[in-house]
C-alpha cells in the first residue's frame, strides 16, 4: 500500500516562499506520475502540477506557472513544490497525489498540508 506524507507548509506574507516535500513508501514498482492538487475553503480541488517520474517532464496549471516549480527526488521517492511569489489566493490545503499508470488517475492521496497566505 502507497502511503503518500506532505510537509513543509506553513503561514506566510504575500510575497513569500515555501516549498513542500511529498514523502512515498510502500510502492513497489515505478509509478507513472505524481502531482500536487489544493482545495480552499468552500472551493473544489484543484490541479497545481504534476512531475512525470520517468523523465521529469511537467506541467501546471496556469495560475501558478512562473511561481511555482515541482521537481522529484527518484532515489529517495520524494517530491517537492517549490511556492514562490505567493498570493492570498494560493492559500488551500495542499495535497500531493501518485497516479501509478498512464491510463488511470491518482490513485494514492497525501493526508495534506495547509498553506496561508496572508496579504
Known amino acids: 500500500q502507497v502511503q503518500l506524507v506532505e510537509s513543509g507548509g506553513g503561514l506566510v506574507q504575500a510575497g513569500g516562499s515555501l516549498r513542500l516535500s511529498c514523502a512515498a513508501s510502500g510502492r513497489t514498482f515505478s509509478t507513472y506520475a505524481m502531482g500536487w492538487f489544493r482545495q480552499a475553503p468552500g472551493k473544489e480541488r484543484e490541479f497545481v502540477a504534476e512531475?512525470?517520474?520517468?523523465?521529469?517532464?511537467?506541467s501546471y496549471r496556469d495560475s501558478v506557472k512562473g511561481r511555482f516549480f515541482i521537481s522529484r527526488d527518484n532515489a529517495n521517492n520524494t517530491m517537492y513544490l517549490q511556492l514562490n511569489s505567493l498570493k492570498p489566493e494560493d492559500t488551500a490545503v495542499y495535497y500531493c497525489?501518485?497516479?501509478?499508470?498512464?491510463?488511470?488517475?491518482?490513485?494514492?492521496w497525501g493526508q495534506g498540508t495547509q498553506v496561508t497566505v496572508s496579504s
Open positions: 512531475i512525470r517520474w520517468s523523465g521529469g517532464s511537467t
Open positions: 497525489a501518485e497516479r501509478p499508470r498512464l491510463i488511470g488517475g491518482y490513485d494514492y
